[in-house]
């Protein structure tokens, strides 16, 4: 699965990192960096969590 964050969107809620630190990660302004863009099986749900809990809908998930 592929991952990546829409840096017109992300306005540094910063719950993709809580939640999902193994993927995402945090700038110096607290947006949002992704760690994974090729995520692995075992880190989807971890993606999908991160994901499905930003406010602003910046993450973008696409299946391979
Ligand atoms: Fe940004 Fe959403 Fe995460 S606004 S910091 S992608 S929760």
Redesign the pocket.
Known sequence: MKVR?DPE?????????ILAPEV?G?DER???TVLQPQVTADLEKKARL?AG????H??KLEDD
């Open positions: 964050v969107l992300c306005v540094g809620h910063g719950r993709c990192y995402y945090e607290g947006h949002c991160g809990n930003c406010p602003e910046a993450i």
